[in-house]
């Protein structure tokens, strides 16, 4: 893919650019955009009276300290190194990724200042498949994700780890092809790539990516389920929808009437006068988390082509402008209510699932002819209750905390990277609970002696291939797993 100017990357192009593996260059456009700005802010350093944040001053609250003109590239150096200060788990290698590739588009906008060879350099890395090891806590989200940052820099200056052959390699172990020559950062370039939103909005792409395959996946798994607990027709008419006039519900119920379209199940004469609200209001509730992803999407697509660098250059209208556009409060805020909104997704799954074995409309208890004996499909419940209550403490927002660092001066963080690694575990747990509704609904059907729609039965029939219908009890873990990721893949 070759980043071109004022060409807008969003979240389908960068998973497409990701999944095929596509190899990134620069217009020529893009490159004569940047080298006129470095050139710019090679000549405004050689007056040097004036101060320039970070440039040619110290960092945070030594911003008042000046450098001499004959320390500013060691000035870079060390602050990449310092700020290398990220702990607990690793950040899975294709978050890494997207982070180098947003970064890799920020820098390219043409405000940073950096020369054309370090965004060469990161380009190289790229399309060489050696991403930098990065460490999930040490952000706060405000002036920066710096922590994270600083370890994705590492490399470009011969230090830290990569990701090589799957392993995590020091970058002074890799063969020699693939150890370039280390880059003297220049005045501002160590600055330039620390700051930005790039690690929290990574893990937001991320994020959306996965979130839209699991909505897809739960209106069809909720299909199979109005089918096996026998429910009505009624609650999933266009006209209900139409009166209300959300669109999020408006899809869902569509989405629903699709998948049931042709079954024998959902045509046959209602006993029960209503159904509870775990099926009854799916529409509404898968449809509040789709219209909440859409709004969290037209956020991240701006902060992907967005100028989060501080201070940011502007060579046409000469001026070096310091101010705080590596504040993440916009992702912060959206990461949170992600999370927030996916949750429900696995809180009315579970429900759904919890109603299936609870020996009603004509299935046995547990979905075993054997009950006593055999357990059935107890405890696949309690993991996914497990779940549920764990999401709803991941779901306490990381956006509304903030906590004073270097030494007051900033003094308003966003903990954008919180939420963002919290949201993560939410999206995995979303897509378990979701699994073991599938497992559920799967074993339910067994029971049923009429067949649900064609299209339906073609799934449960792909996803029975994976995970049997437990006739007798066996260890359920690995069928657990395995229901995972056929939702991951529908």
């Not at 060469?120 to 460490?135: G, K």
């Not at 890799?174 to 909005?201: C, H, I, R, V, W």
């Not at 893990?203 to 959306?208: K, R």
């Not at 509730?285 to 697509?301: F, I, P």
Request: charged share 20%; net charge neutral; hydrophobic share 40%.
């Amino acid at each position: 893919m070759t980043i071109r100017e004022n060409e807008q990357l969003s979240i389908s192009i960068i998973e497409q650019v990701i999944q095929q593996n596509k190899p990134l260059s620069l217009s020529d456009n893009v490159r004569a955009r940047v080298a006129k700005c470095r050139k710019f802010l090679d000549q405004k350093l050689e007056d040097k009276d004036q101060q320039f944040y970070g440039i040619n001053t110290g960092f945070g609250a030594l911003c008042n300290v000046q450098i001499s003109p004959d320390q500013i590239q060691e000035l870079q150096h060390r602050l990449v190194m310092s700020h290398a200060c990220g702990t607990g788990e690793l950040v899975p290698e294709e978050i890494v990724k997207i982070i180098l590739l947003l970064k890799i588009k920020n820098l390219s906008l043409g405000f940073s200042g950096v020369r054309l060879e370090l965004i060469d350099r990161l380009i190289w890395f790229y399309n060489n498949n050696l991403y930098p090891v990065l460490f999930q806590q040490g952000s706060l989200g405000a002036s920066g994700d710096l922590a994270p940052l600083a370890h994705l820099s590492l490399p470009l200056i011969g230090l830290g780890e990569v990701w090589y052959k799957n392993k995590r390699t020091p970058y002074n172990d890799l063969p020699e092809k693939l150890q370039p020559k280390a880059l003297q950062l220049q005045s501002k370039e160590g600055l330039a790539l620390l700051n930005g939103t790039q690690f929290s909005t990574a893990y937001a792409v991320w994020s959306i990516i996965k979130a839209r395959k699991l909505m897809s996946s739960a209106n069809m798994i909720a299909s199979l389920s109005i089918d096996a607990f026998d429910c009505r027709p009624e609650p999933f008419d266009k006209r209900l929808h139409e009166v209300r006039g959300h669109s999020g519900q408006l899809e869902t119920a569509a989405s629903i009437r699709k998948w049931l379209d042709g079954s024998v199940l959902i045509s046959q004469t209602k006993h029960a006068v209503q159904d509870p609200y775990a099926f009854r209001c799916i529409p509404q509730v898968h449809g509040a988390t789709k219209d909440t992803l859409e709004y969290c999407s037209s956020v991240v697509n701006k902060e992907v082509n967005a100028v989060t660098d501080n201070p940011t250059i502007f060579p046409d209208s000469d001026g070096i402008l310091s101010g705080g556009n590596f504040h993440a409060q916009p992702i912060a805020l959206i990461l949170d209510f992600m999370a927030i909104a996916l949750s429900e997704l696995a809180s009315i799954s579970e429900r759904r699932t919890y109603q299936l074995i609870s020996g009603q409309r004509g299935l046995p208890a547990f979905l075993t002819a054997e009950s006593g004996l055999n357990s059935g499909l107890m405890i696949p419940q309690y993991t996914a209750a497990s779940i549920v209550s764990q999401n709803k403490q991941l779901c306490t927002p990381a956006s509304i905390d903030s906590i004073v660092s270097s030494n007051g001066q900033e003094d308003h963080v966003s903990m954008a990277a919180n939420a963002g690694t919290k949201l993560l575990k939410v999206v995995h747990n979303v897509a378990q609970v979701l699994g073991i509704e599938l497992f559920t609904v799967s074993q339910a059907l067994f029971f049923r002696t009429d067949p649900t729609s064609p299209q339906l039965c073609s799934e449960l029939d792909r996803f029975r291939s994976i995970v049997p219908v437990v006739i007798k009890d066996r260890v359920l873990h690995t069928d657990l797993i395995n229901a995972k990721e056929f939702v991951w893949d529908l």
